[in-house]
């Protein structure tokens, strides 16, 4: 009797042991919707580095073929490169401002870029974040 009793123990242990960890699928997680071919514009919030420079809000935004295209203008022209996950952009130079044309994986997440800057005695990379409210995307005008 007492082995019985031993495995009809075990037996159940195993059996709750399984239904714990048996787990409903998860819900696949929505993805924002597509942003049709054509041109933006959209709010942008710039942070990290020292707080002095600023990046030009709204700002434009180009989608060709599914891909995101943000036009970044700085407050100066001193911004001679900027990095974004790991390739290297360079500006052009727009009425003393360093523009750039990077890309945009998604407008939910802030983008993580490091521009260099030639504003000090020597060149400087500096980490910025770039946040967007998607709520503001509207067609350029």
């Not at 195993?14 to 942003?35: D, F, N, R």
């Not at 600023?54 to 990095?83: C, F, H, Q, R």
Request: charged content about 20%; overall charge negative; proline content about 6%.
């Amino acid at each position: 009797m007492k082995k019985v009793f031993v495995w009809l123990l075990l037996a159940m242990l195993l059996v709750s042991s399984l239904a714990c960890k048996a787990q409903p699928a998860e819900e696949p997680k929505s993805e924002a919707p597509a942003i049709a071919d054509g041109t933006y514009r959209v709010e942008v919030t710039l942070t990290g580095g020292t707080g002095k420079a600023k990046i030009e809000s709204p700002a434009a935004l180009t989608v060709a073929n599914g891909k995101i295209t943000l036009t970044v203008k700085w407050s100066s022209d001193k911004y001679d490169y900027m990095l974004v996950d790991g390739e290297k952009f360079t500006p052009e130079y727009v009425d003393g401002h360093s523009v750039f044309e990077i890309p945009v994986a998604s407008l939910e997440t802030p983008l993580s870029v490091v521009a260099d800057t030639t504003a000090m005695s020597a060149p400087h990379e500096i980490e910025y974040a770039i946040a967007f409210d998607a709520a503001t995307l509207a067609p350029a005008s």
